[in-house]
């Protein structure tokens, strides 16, 4: 088994002899050269990726506390005013009742159902994952414009794997996590203008980005717009048969 140490001796030896030997300070030092350009590299994507971070948590502290603006607030009410009233050609009774289950068909909590006043409140208002995913972004977009932040830092690819999961938290839980949290309730107040005439309030708490506000409307009045068509033809078919 000790027969082979001459061998291994003998190599070094000739290695020496021949001048290879000296390859091996050469190759040490590259590597070493190449592990410290890495590393320069790193600490260089790190400061950048902090950052970057730090804007970020920056905008997302400010959209938490305060995710209105003035400019905001002054679009909601011009579309209140545009869609949040609208006048049916039925009576009380029909519009209340076809409220109740169009809110149930939105799958939305009903808080106050009050028929002698013509209060109604409800919420849980939704979009489908994807609508209120691009809904969102669009928010945060315009409310950075609005206080002078540049939102491109939103979409800047983070170079290391630490700070990517960091981001990720943030993201999940600081910027939208109002958004997340907020019942974003909507009531209705029900008023008779007479003989098979009602009007319709409709108002949302909570919801800020008016373009949201907007997309609200559109899907309540349909979905109430529809309740009501399935309802008189159901009574009209009772009334036939009858």
């Known amino acids: 088994m000790h027969k082979s140490i001459p061998v291994v001796l003998s190599l070094s030896v000739a290695a020496i002899l021949s001048g290879c030997i000296t390859a091996i300070p050469m190759a040490v030092t590259a590597v070493q050269a190449a592990s410290s350009v890495m590393g320069l590299k790193k600490a260089i994507d790190l400061n950048s990726d902090q950052e970057v971070f730090a804007e970020r948590q920056r905008i997302s502290s400010r959209f938490s506390s305060n995710p209105d603006t003035d400019a905001w607030h002054e679009g909601r009410q011009k579309i209140a005013a545009a869609l949040g009233d609208r006048d049916f050609d039925q009576g009380f009774a029909r519009v209340f009742d076809s409220l ?43 409310w950075c414009k609005l206080h002078g932040f540049d939102y491109a830092v939103l979409d800047r690819p983070l170079k290391t794997s630490e700070m990517q999961r960091m981001s990720d938290m943030v993201d999940l839980n600081g910027m939208m996590a109002r958004y997340e949290r907020t019942a974003k309730t909507l009531t ?55």
Do not use: C, H
Request: glycine share 8%.
């Open 100 to 142: 109740v289950l169009a809110m149930a068909d939105l799958e939305l909590k009903m808080g106050n159902i009050e028929r002698q006043s013509g209060y109604l409140s409800a919420s849980g208002m939704t979009l489908p994952p994807s609508e209120a995913k691009a809904m969102r972004r669009e928010a945060v977009v315009e």
């Open 188 to 242: 209705f107040q029900l008023v008779k203008l007479g003989e098979g005439k009602t009007r319709v309030k409709l108002r949302f708490s909570d919801v800020y980005y008016p373009g949201e506000v907007e997309t609200y409307y559109k899907l309540i009045w349909q979905a109430v717009d529809k309740q009501i068509f399935v309802d008189e033809t159901v009574e009209g078919a009772v009334e036939r048969r009858g």
